[in-house]
């Protein structure tokens, strides 16, 4: 049995073995152990709350991006490779339409669920269980002439709200997709903007293994659904050098602290051209703008 007595030796012989301190390795474990107890050991949930703020205090901190998702970002620095990406959901549907027979087959309806789903992660960088989970009825909110993501905070992994406009042409993208191609979909009735089998969403495994692969086919981009996330950071700091606070926002991260220390580095490229730009600007200015009030030796003698 996994007592909270077995669970902390467990942690100082590891602890001990890092100087007393703790690391990845250690915070790894903890976790592990604590999701042990609870799925499998079945304790009970006043030992699993302490088990949950000792796992806490262990655990340590991601520093920054990992260099698979850097790698994986580097092609975004080619604004060709930004327009291809974000072109994406009409490439997707112009191929859809492209020689339209009377009757769509699902493939096709398929492929045109792959463009709603590309497009509302581009200006909803949502997480992958809520974008399998969205409900037309619950989480598409119409409210004058617009349309919102609305998904609330019980719902989240961080317990943030999500309330996002969604653009005119998103819009346009998912209207054009649940109206014709979504009831191709169908099994049975269902809210599911992304059904599955039995009326249920489709599952997020499946979601996490197709909208890759239609990204690498259409862009030759190796993406996961999480890139996302990192993708849309970085086309925004890359054009806005800087704005963490936006993008804290967006992404739904607690602290402003979490957003630079993932971003930092993924902008540098950006904010030494911006940079770059302003001190040439300057330079221009300077060059035809008369000294101001200064004048040297021989100025002075010749006066």
């Known amino acids: 049995m996994l007592s909270l007595d077995c669970y902390q030796q467990i942690l100082r012989f590891f602890l001990h073995r890092h100087g007393g ?46 260099s698979k998702n850097r790698e994986r970002l580097r092609p ?7 327009a291809a990406f ?52 619950t989480h598409l909110i119409a409210r004058g002439k617009k349309l919102y993501l609305v998904i609330g905070e019980h719902e989240t992994k961080n317990q943030e709200p999500i309330d996002f406009e969604l653009p005119a042409d998103v819009v346009d993208i998912l209207s054009w997709y649940v109206r014709t191609y979504r009831p191709l979909l169908l099994t049975e009735a269902s809210d599911a903007l992304f059904p599955g089998k039995g009326g249920k969403p489709k599952s997020s495994a499946t979601l996490a293994f197709q909208i890759p692969r239609t990204v690498r086919r259409f862009t030759g981009l190796k993406v996961n659904v999480h890139l996302f996330r990192h993708a849309g950071g970085k086309i925004f700091l890359d054009m806005q050098p800087g704005q963490y606070e936006v993008v804290r926002r ?52 010749a006066s």
């Open 86 to 137: 974000l072109g994406l959901p009409e490439r997707i549907r112009s191929e859809v339409e492209a020689d339209k027979p009377a009757h769509v087959d699902r493939p096709k309806a398929v492929l045109a669920q792959m463009a709603a789903a590309i497009t509302l992660l581009q200006v909803a960088p949502i997480r992958l269980k809520n974008l399998a989970s969205v409900d037309i009825n």
């Open 250 to 301: 967006v992404l739904g991260h607690k602290s402003i602290a979490t957003t630079t220390r993932v971003y930092t580095g993924a902008e540098t490229r950006a904010a030494g051209q911006h940079f770059a730009r302003v001190i040439a600007d300057r330079r221009r200015a300077g060059q035809t703008e008369p000294a101001a009030g200064v004048l040297g030796p021989a100025d002075r003698s």
């Open 21 to 66: 301190k703790t690391s990845p390795q250690v915070g790894q474990i903890a976790a592990f152990l604590k999701d042990t107890a609870k799925h499998w050991v079945k304790v009970d949930e006043a030992t699993l709350d302490k088990m949950r703020r000792i796992a806490s205090r262990l655990a340590e901190p991601r520093r920054g991006m990992t």
């Open 76 to 82: 975004f620095d080619d604004p060709k490779t930004v």
